[in-house]
């Protein structure tokens, strides 16, 4: 029998004898009549593994893969060790389930005590949880941390992604907790406003570093605001960018979350991703999902478990820090190998090439007769440049040959440039730029 | 055994990344880094030899028996691996133009019509990242869809006391206050206490069917009439899906929003605790509230908004249709009946040496209790699971659900064999035995894991949750 089915026609006919029946539609004579299926379900019939191969195969094909990838926009493509990809597709870490039997899932607990210790040193701050969704919701889950009844307006940087700003505002929905936006000025957080924003009433600030535009931050300055005015201050970073630009300790957060997927996940249309949070000791027991600790078993061994547990649904159910039980510990896993294998020299390696390719980019597409930066700040490796052109014609010539264009974003295009992209692509991604836009100006001109 | 970085060697690494061949761009110095960077230093070798060292430390599917309750521990089909590999998949940026991206929205598509096929729904988003993600997407629906009515006085959101813990706690994040309502004797709803709790401040109830303890409420019908003439809606938990497919559908029993969990029903494997894939379905007039992406969709103007990046766990999702479409609308029939099969035989085998608190065939789980035990050997259900764990099996659910006391709950799933189920079902009766002779054997157990019982409360009480580099 199909469907990973083990028993045979005969054993379900004697295990239906030993429970006293004779037939399986017995067992569901608790569900009325009237609400049973009364025909089969409108889905194709059964097939066999070859085929579902075979037909998703089909499906897969209508994708097209681009060699080379110059957008991000909070989607990211490095370079993935091949260990990286092997470990993460152990059967043991693939198909266990969150590590309730501390004593035969003290390899998952390890790997996450790692992984938390990873995103500590990382981030600079104290504690780690075991991660959430994604960077979005980690997000969303850091302004609720920080909402108390007196404070219930929280600042979010206009220069933060767009994905992450609406699930804030949707989070925000649901505990009531009010979203502002603090304006943009220059491609970056304008200080301004924050300063005359933050009152009182506002629970936290937001920014994002470097920006949704690719403009590092005044995060420092940031934080000083926000803690004038008594607001915890949540800093959303990318990890690669953490091995070599201020981390957000040093810039005075008092929680930090990012996106994880840089860290060895493939882009994979969006997700399975991974959001991580670290913060302060003082904010420990407002962390939302799992958390694991190191204890020892009774014949004094060094072992690893789940704790902190009071702050959780099973136990607190409405009272609970967050309803979250699922994270991503595959995805923890995952970067937890991936950082492992490139090694802090790696990893600054990775975050040096894409600050210098993303450099070299921008400042050959700016020789192009029209290109401009939109905004002259500092940047890690995502950066906006305004065309002669329109952006959909220059995207359109380097689809053509395969290569994946910046994100149009407000009349621009935003570039992402990483250590995954040669200095040979990035010639000819320039060369398709610059006869696009004089073919089009001299077309203009005629 | 040691941690990753007890096993760091300072200089030594792996060569990885090619050399730039472009001219180094330096950063502002104020800009930089001060702090040192302490990850670990290790060949490939190390890092290979470390995880397969952490690997033989977990226990999962591919190791044995795992009838976690609620947790359907199916069997996760290596075929939805190896799709979910492809780079024409793994490859695709989320914000590609939509002409090359026609592959991964059909996954979506299809998926999504067979879900609701499946489910009786009308429509349905996959953003949700996990069951609970996918409790609170809805509960935010139905806020909106009452607001949108003029009637934001409907705060209050109905709970039965052996719901997961998941359902309280969403119903909080999305704002509402929650009426825990408790069971009747046979682990129902008890109609009397949801009458009395619905009313013009009721937003909707919160079910899971089969329940909490593995039955169907029969009462489901009235149940639904009670909270829609007080103006709820229903919400319906999908952890127990496993238990009716192509058997009867939610949106038959008067569900007007529900969630599933892809980890479970449809074999996408649960990776040592996600990623999972929490899809919320709903009906035609809750459709406009799905939430949707800002950079890659056109969004709805009643949209609740997004609940996370992009479209959700896609591959999850591919995972999820690559089993639909091998098992087909008759396998997953076939499959649940042979959940419900699998489970009903382990409890006719418990059923004389165990206390089974509730008559009747049960679904695809059941519930003992281990109260008498505990009360006269002193044994616990914590006892006996951890004595499982030196028999090579994961053990059931323990303490939940909450309205049954010592509980354990068992799920063995339809891919298990007979034979398998045997060997559980002898370990448990020999386990109860030697609980009535040899208390003090299953307090100390277990014996032979890599570690033994743990000190909970002292990891608690004193956390240490990273590792200190001296």
């Keep these: 029998m199909g469907g990973y089915i083990p028993s045979t026609a005969e054993q379900r006919e004697q295990m239906l004898s030993e429970i006293g029946v004779s037939s399986v539609s017995e067992l569901y004579s608790d569900i009325p009549e009237i609400v049973k299926l009364k025909r089969p379900l409108r889905i194709p019939k059964g097939i066999s593994e070859q085929e579902t191969y075979r037909e998703l ?181 990318n990890p690669v960018s953490l091995s070599i630009i201020q981390s957000p300790a040093e810039c005075g957060a008092d929680i930090a979350v990012g996106e994880g997927q840089p860290l060895g996940m493939p882009l994979s249309f969006g997700g399975p991703y991974l959001g991580f949070m670290a913060a302060k000791d003082a904010l420990l027991r407002k962390l939302p999902g799992r958390i694991v600790g190191q204890t020892r078993d009774v014949d004094g061994k060094r072992a690893f478990v789940l704790t902190m547990q009071a702050r959780e649904q099973h136990i607190r159910r409405e009272k609970a820090s967050s309803n979250i039980c699922s994270n991503q510990a595959l995805c923890a896993l995952t970067a937890s190998v991936y950082l492992a294998a490139m090694g802090p020299e790696g990893l600054r390696e990775a975050a040096r090439q894409c600050v210098s390719k993303a450099h070299y980019f921008s400042a050959k597409l700016c020789e192009i007769p029209g290109v401009r930066l939109r905004y002259n700040g500092e940047f890690f490796h995502e950066f906006m440049t305004d065309l002669p052109v329109s952006s959909e014609i220059v995207l359109s010539r380097l689809e053509q040959n395969g290569i994946l264009g910046g994100l149009p974003v407000k009349g621009a295009i935003l570039w992402c440039v990483t250590e995954a992209v040669s200095r040979k692509e990035l010639d000819m991604a320039i060369e398709i730029v610059r006869e696009a836009c004089a073919s089009l100006e001299a077309r203009k001109e005629s | 055994m040691e941690l990753i970085f007890e096993k760091s060697v300072e200089g030594r690494c792996c060569a990885l990344l090619a050399d730039s061949d472009i001219p180094e761009y330096k950063l502002k110095e104020s800009l930089l880094r001060k702090a040192p960077l302490r990850l670990p230093e290790l060949s490939e070798t190390d890092v290979s030899r470390h995880y397969t060292q952490l690997a033989e430390r977990t226990h999962g599917i591919n190791n044995g028996f795992y009838p976690l309750g609620s947790c359907t521990m199916k069997y996760n089909p290596r075929i939805n691996e190896e799709v979910a590999s492809w780079p024409e998949f793994t490859q695709i940026h989320p914000l590609q133009p939509r002409s090359t991206t026609a592959g991964c929205v059909e996954v979506l598509d299809l998926c999504e019509k067979h879900l609701c096929e499946i489910t009786g729904m009308d429509a349905m988003t996959f953003e949700p990242a996990a069951g609970a993600h996918g409790e609170f ?334």
Excluded: W
């Design chain 2, 137 to 470: 997407t809805a509960l935010l629906m139905i806020k909106a869809y009452h607001n949108s009515r003029g009637d934001s006085g409907r705060k209050k959101i109905i709970v039965p006391d052996s719901a997961h813990g998941t359902n309280p706690a969403s119903a909080a994040m999305a704002g509402f206050s929650v009426v825990n309502i408790p069971s009747a004797a046979d682990g129902r709803v008890d109609l009397d206490a949801l009458k009395n709790a619905a009313g013009p401040d009721t937003a909707g109830l919160m079910l899971t069917n089969p329940n909490t303890v593995g039955l169907f409420d029969k009462n489901i019908l009235e149940i639904s009439r009670i909270v829609h003439k007080a103006g709820g809606l229903l919400y319906y938990d999908g952890a127990n899906l496993n238990a009716i497919m192509g058997i009867a559908r939610p949106g038959d029993m008067g569900f007007d929003v529900i969630h599933l969990n892809l980890h479970k029903t449809f074999s996408a494997p649960h990776g040592g605790g996600g990623p999972g894939s929490g899809p919320v379905g709903c009906k035609e007039f809750l459709k406009k509230y799905l939430p949707h992406s800002v950079l890659g969709e056109n969004a709805s103007a009643s949209s609740i908004g997004q609940v996370k990046a992009f479209y959700g766990n896609f591959l999850v999702v591919l995972r999820a249709l690559s089993y639909i479409l091998t098992l087909g609308g008759d396998g997953l029939r076939i499959a649940s009946e042979n959940a419900v099969l699998n489970a009903n035989y382990m409890m006719a085998k418990l059923k004389g040496v165990f206390d089974i608190p509730f008559d009747g065939f049960c679904m695809h789980e059941f519930v003992m209790s281990l109260e008498k035990l505990k009360k006269n050997a002193g044994v616990s259900a914590l006892d006996i699971a951890k004595s499982m764990l030196d028999n090579g099996m994961h053990p059931p659910t323990m303490y939940f659900p909450l309205i049954v006391h010592e509980a354990l709950m068992i799920e063995p799933t339809e891919t298990e064999s007979r034979e398998t189920m045997d060997e559980a079902v002898e370990v448990l009766v020999n386990l109860y035995k030697d609980a009535l002779t040899d208390s003090d054997k299953l307090h100390r157990s277990p014996y032979a894991t890599p570690v033994r019982r743990l000190d909970e409360v002292g990891a608690a009480r004193n956390p240490v949750l990273k590792y200190s580099f001296s």
């Design chain 1, 57 to 237: 195969r089909s499906i897969a094909a209508k994708n097209k893969v681009f060699p080379t990838v110059l957008r991000g926009a909070g989607a990211y493509k490095h370079y993935i060790p091949s260990i990286v990809k092997y470990i993460a597709a152990k059967e043991e870490f693939v198909t266990a389930y969150t590590p309730y039997q501390a004593e035969i899932s003290q390899g998952i607990l390890q790997s996450i005590f790692e992984y938390q210790t990873m995103i500590c040193d990382l981030t600079g701050l104290d504690v780690s949880n075991a991660s959430v969704y994604d960077g979005a919701s980690a997000a969303a889950e850091a302004v609720a941390m920080c909402s108390a009844p007196k404070r219930m307006r929280a600042l979010v940087s206009s220069c933060a992604n767009p994905e992450v700003i609406e699930t804030i505002r949707t989070y925000g929905f649901g505990s009531g907790v009010e979203i502002v936006a603090i304006p943009e000025k220059n491609g970056a957080t304008d200080m301004d406003e924050l300063k005359r924003l933050a009152d009182e009433t506002v629970c936290c600030v937001y920014i994002q570093q470097p920006n949704f535009y690719g403009i590092l931050e005044s995060a420092a300055e940031a934080g000083e605001i926000a803690h004038g005015s008594g607001a915890k201050f949540i800093i959303g970073c």
